[in-house]
C-alpha cells in the first residue's frame, strides 16, 4: 500500500475513532432471491441503523447509510433514510405468526423479500463499515442521493406521458403530444405527488372513451394535436383548435370523471 493509501486509511480512521456511532456488536445480513445483499447495524440505543445494500446496478449500490427506524404502526418498522428530496424506506421489519421477517424496496425490482444469510453475516467488519460510512460522508455521496432530483424527475414523468400517449394513440388513432408546463409545478408539489398521474388524465380518459365510442368523436380527438397540462387552483379544460389545456390541482377528486363529461359535451 502506497504512503498516500496509507495516509488516507489512518486519517479515515482516526475521524471514524473520533466521531464513532456506538452499534450492537452483532449485526444483521440478508440475500434477496437475485443476489444482492443487505446488511443493517443497528445502534445501541436502536433508533437508527447503518445500512449497506451491494449487488443492484443503481447509484445506492455500495453506499453506507445512518437510517432512522420508524415505527409504521402495529409491530411494522421502516429503515429509512433522505433519497431523491424525501424520507423513503429500503427496509421493513415486521413480525407475523412465524416471527419475525424482513422485507426490502430494491430500485427497479420493488418489495422483495430478505432471507437471513449467517455466512454474510460473520464476514461483515463493523469497523470497516463505519470507515467507509464517514469516507461516503465527507465525499458527499449520501448527500448527493438525498439531494431532489428535479431534471431527472421531469425527464421520468416525462418519459411515463410518452407512453401513455402511445396508449391513446393507439386506441383513438390519433397522434396527440402530452406537454407540461413545468413552471407550474414547484419542487414540493413534485416531491409531494405522482405528475404523470395527474397530467395523464386527459388522454388515459380519452383512450377509455374511444373504446366505446363511434367514429364522430374519434374523429374530434384526432383533430387534437396537444394536450398542456398545468397545475393551478381548480380544475379546469379548454379546446382550443388543435390543442387542450387541461388545469389540475393535486386536491381536486375524480379528475378522470370531470375529463369524461367535458368530452362528452362537446
Not at 6 to 34: R, W
Not at 67 to 89: C, M, W
Not at 135 to 147: D, N, S, V
Request: aromatic fraction near 8%; glycine fraction near 6%.
Amino acid at each position: 500500500m502506497s504512503r498516500h493509501a496509507l495516509a488516507l486509511f489512518f486519517g479515515c480512521l482516526t475521524a471514524t475513532t473520533a466521531s464513532a456511532i456506538d452499534l450492537v456488536k452483532y449485526p444483521k445480513a440478508f440475500t434477496t432471491s437475485d443476489g444482492a445483499e443487505i446488511v443493517l447495524v443497528p445502534t445501541s440505543e436502536g433508533d437508527q441503523a447503518l445500512l449497506q445494500v451491494t449487488g443492484i446496478n443503481h447509484p445506492l449500490d455500495g453506499v453506507v447509510f445512518l437510517s432512522d427506524i420508524v415505527s409504521r404502526g402495529g409491530d411494522t418498522k421502516a429503515y429509512q433514510f433522505q433519497r431523491d428530496g424525501e424520507y423513503l424506506a429500503l427496509v421493513l421489519r415486521q413480525k407475523g405468526w412465524r416471527g419475525e421477517y424482513f422485507e426490502a424496496f430494491l430500485p427497479d425490482q420493488g418489495r422483495v423479500s430478505l432471507y437471513p444469510d449467517e455466512d454474510l453475516q460473520n464476514e461483515v467488519d463493523l469497523q470497516s463499515l463505519q470507515v467507509l460510512y464517514h469516507q461516503q460522508m465527507e465525499e458527499g455521496i449520501q448527500a448527493e442521493i438525498a439531494r431532489f432530483d428535479r431534471d431527472g424527475n421531469e425527464e421520468e414523468a416525462e418519459h411515463i406521458l410518452e407512453e401513455m400517449d402511445s396508449d391513446t394513440n393507439t386506441s383513438c388513432d390519433s397522434d396527440i403530444i402530452t406537454e407540461v408546463d413545468w413552471d407550474t409545478v414547484t419542487d414540493d408539489l413534485m416531491i409531494a405527488i405522482n405528475v404523470s398521474g395527474y397530467c395523464g388524465v386527459v388522454v388515459t380518459e380519452l383512450k377509455s372513451m374511444c373504446k366505446d365510442s363511434d367514429d364522430a368523436f374519434k374523429n374530434m380527438v384526432q383533430q387534437i394535436e396537444t394536450v398542456t397540462c398545468q397545475f393551478g387552483d381548480r380544475l379546469k379544460l379548454e379546446m382550443d383548435g388543435d390543442e387542450v389545456v387541461f388545469t389540475t390541482n393535486k386536491d381536486e377528486p375524480r379528475q378522470r370523471n370531470f375529463a369524461n363529461a367535458y368530452f362528452r359535451n362537446l
